[in-house]
């Protein structure tokens, strides 16, 4: 007998800079899921490892999929659409949950959930973006086009870490906001992800607007790693492709949109001493983004660090050992030098 037509699943745009605390915010809205309801969530990562999806724990009611080494904003539409389809048609959610690289403009993004393919099949609610309020004592975060489009096509902006901050750091940041931003737009408080989950899950559609276009540099940088990921079709959607052996990690590298990443994976027999790796994460220059999911000899762990903060966690996570770094163009440490490193912490 043939399935009903998919109709009017509601979409959910989580967008933010990186380390804002999107994929918290995400696992806070999983963990107060409404019972009954199955959930797909696609995680776009600007790294070619694959780690956000790691720290996901697997259940039945939840599918995670990951499209890591780009922006599905800008040059990863393609991908994105024939990848939407199919997760779509597979697993039928109830409810969708779309991450996009915190690197990401989502204007076209927000174009092609709204678009003609995804006509009476989606219904795009309001678009959420989280925000560090640390991040506005970076005036070039301030002065960021990315950045700033990012809040400006919001709907709402969730003000995470402020159980980190006192209250006339997160009052300036809704000054600001308002004083920056045109048009309405709700304000939350999101400690540790903990928005309230009716403010997403109840939310209306995401409402009509003009939607400001990539910045050319953008847009250019964008068409170049498309072509590049043209002429290799599949590397995009299958992390797997390059299994890691005992003794040879896989890694990984790639550059885009004014910043790199570099980042390794190791076969899953293959443990980390605790404390040597939580040294070396401690001696990572600040400014990096790191994440990773590895396998040390306390089990396994998740390192999620933004902002030099790099607290491991428990994790289920059993495949293989990942680890991914972050940073602006021209700040990245020698890859030789860091695997060396990372080669002494394992048991």
């Known amino acids: 007998m043939a399935r009903p037509p998919l109709r009017d699943i509601p979409a959910h745009l989580i967008t933010g800079f990186l380390g804002g605390g999107k994929s ?85 993004l927000i174009e092609l959930l709204r678009g003609e393919a995804f006509a009476g099949v989606l219904s795009l609610r309001d678009v ?89 540099a953008h847009r250019a940088q964008a068409t170049a790693q498309d072509q590049i990921q043209t002429q290799t079709p599949g590397l995009l959607l299958d992390l797997d492709a390059r299994a890691p052996r005992v003794g040879a990690p896989v890694r990984e590298s790639g550059a885009s949109l004014g910043h790199e990443s570099l980042g390794w994976r190791w076969h899953a027999d293959e443990v980390f001493d605790g404390a040597a790796i939580t040294a070396w ?27 030099g903060e790099a607290p491991l966690s428990p994790s289920e996570w059993r495949r293989d050992s990942r680890l991914e770094l972050i940073a602006e163009a021209g700040e990245m440490p020698d890859a030789e030098a860091l695997e060396a490193g990372l080669a002494g912490c394992r048991r």
């Not at 002065?143 to 750091?169: K, S």
């Not at 000054?175 to 939310?203: F, K, M, N, S, Y």
């Not at 400014?287 to 396994?300: E, F, I, M, N, S």
């Open 24 to 108: 918290t915010l995400i696992h806070h809205l999983i963990a107060h899921k409404p019972p009954g309801e199955r959930w797909a969530v696609l995680i776009n990562e600007f790294g070619q490892v694959g780690v956000d999806q790691t720290m996901f724990a697997e259940r039945d009611d939840v599918v995670v999929q990951a499209l890591p080494g780009g922006c599905l904003c800008c040059q990863l539409a393609t991908v994105l659409q024939t990848s939407l389809v199919q997760l779509l048609r597979r697993e039928r959610p109830d409810r969708l949950i779309i991450e996009p690289s915190g690197l990401g403009h989502p204007s076209g």
């Open 128 to 216: 959420v973006a989280v925000l560090d309020p640390r991040r506005l004592d970076d005036p070039r975060a301030r002065g960021h086009e990315t950045f700033l489009d990012q809040l400006r096509l919001a709907d709402g902006v969730a003000l995470t870490m402020v159980d980190r901050l006192g209250a006339e750091q997160v009052s300036a940041a809704r000054d600001w906001l308002a004083e920056t931003l045109p048009g309405e737009r709700w304000i939350g408080e999101a400690p540790q992800g903990r928005l309230p989950v009716e403010r997403v899950l109840d939310a209306g559609a995401h409402r009509d607007q003009t939607v400001p276009a990539a910045p050319a």
């Open 281 to 307: 994460l401690d001696a990572l220059p600040a400014a990096l983004r790191v994440k990773g999911v590895l396998h040390t000899d306390a089990g396994w762990v998740t390192v999620n660090r933004a902002g």
